[in-house]
């Protein structure tokens, strides 16, 4: 029952795939680019129009936006119960349980904008919310790791695996926070968007391995 907050990790990255895959096939149509394409093409559609209750393409989405949005607030919240616990292994340290703190303000932020993010769909009338939690949660994510990285750096009981794989995801993480801000604007070009649209996917599949690798890692963690 101890390890509960870790394992449910699991579930909610599988559930929250579950969803997305489920949110993609009932996905009607539509880019920003292009509103006469059929279905959900994984290069030029951005998650976030999963969640939009009217899609791209005019035809009603509620379905697909229920989905999505449900998948991302139980994402959410299974992370922030997990972080609970990995939290708890920095306390022999001072030092890095210091710093952990201020990771965990920054990672609180992170999951409050994400869960916001579902809240503000992509549509007309909540797009400026969307985007302005959209980038609150990726740059919060950043300094979450950051502080994460340098925590882990000052624990003797953490071993390097768990560094180097925290400092790739903070790599990661500034790469699409630069692409994203400064990158080819997707409301331009089917090539722009492919650009944007595949940065998003493969940052999403960063945190969720670097989350799976971390409850993997706290389990064994909490066994000895």
Request: charged share 15%; aromatic share 20%; with cysteine.
């Given at each position: 029952?101890?390890?509960?907050?870790?394992?449910?990790?699991?579930?909610?990255?599988?559930?929250?795939?579950?969803?997305?895959?489920?949110?993609?096939?009932?996905?009607?149509?539509?880019?920003?680019?292009?509103?006469?394409?059929?279905?959900?093409?994984?290069?030029?559609?951005?998650?976030?129009?999963?969640?939009?209750?009217?899609?791209?393409?005019?035809?009603?989405?509620?379905?697909?936006?229920?989905?999505?949005?449900?998948?991302?607030?139980?994402?959410?919240?299974s992370f922030l119960i997990?972080?609970?616990?990995?939290?708890?292994?920095?306390?022999?340290?001072?030092?890095?349980?210091?710093?952990?703190?201020?990771?965990?303000?920054?990672?609180?932020?992170?999951?409050?904008?994400?869960?916001?993010?579902?809240?503000?769909?992509?549509d007309e009338t909540s797009?400026?919310?969307?985007?302005?939690?959209?980038?609150?949660?990726?740059?919060?994510?950043?300094?979450?790791?950051?502080?994460?990285?340098?925590?882990?750096?000052?624990?003797?009981?953490?071993?390097?695996?768990?560094?180097?794989?925290?400092?790739?995801?903070?790599?990661?993480?500034?790469?699409?926070?630069?692409?994203?801000?400064?990158?080819?604007?997707?409301?331009?070009?089917?090539?722009?968007?492919?650009?944007?649209?595949?940065?998003?996917?493969?940052?999403?599949?960063?945190?969720?391995?670097?989350?799976?690798?971390?409850?993997?890692?706290?389990?064994?963690?909490s066994s000895k």
């Amino acid at each position: 029952m101890d390890n509960f907050r870790i394992k449910q990790t699991f579930w909610g990255i599988g559930i929250f795939l579950l969803l997305n895959f489920i949110s993609m096939i009932l996905y009607p149509g539509g880019t920003i680019i292009d509103k006469d394409t059929d279905g959900y093409l994984f290069f030029y559609n951005f998650l976030s129009n999963l969640g939009e209750i009217t899609a791209r393409n005019g035809e009603d989405n509620f379905i697909s936006s229920v989905l999505f949005n449900t998948s991302l607030i139980l994402v959410s919240i299974s992370f922030l119960i997990f972080y609970s616990k990995y939290f708890q292994f920095f306390k022999t340290e001072k030092k890095s349980y210091n710093l952990i703190k201020v990771a965990l303000f920054f990672l609180i932020i992170s999951i409050f904008s994400f869960i916001c993010i579902a809240l503000f769909t992509a549509d007309e009338t909540s797009f400026d919310e969307h985007v302005f939690f959209v980038k609150l949660a990726f740059r919060s994510l950043f300094l979450f790791a950051i502080f994460q990285s340098i925590a882990i750096h000052y624990n003797n009981q953490m071993n390097n695996q768990l560094l180097f794989v925290s400092i790739l995801f903070s790599l990661s993480m500034i790469l699409f926070i630069l692409m994203m801000d400064y990158g080819p604007n997707p409301f331009e070009s089917n090539s722009a968007l492919f650009i944007q649209v595949t940065s998003q996917k493969v940052i999403a599949f960063c945190i969720l391995l670097n989350t799976y690798f971390q409850a993997k890692e706290s389990l064994i963690f909490s066994s000895k």
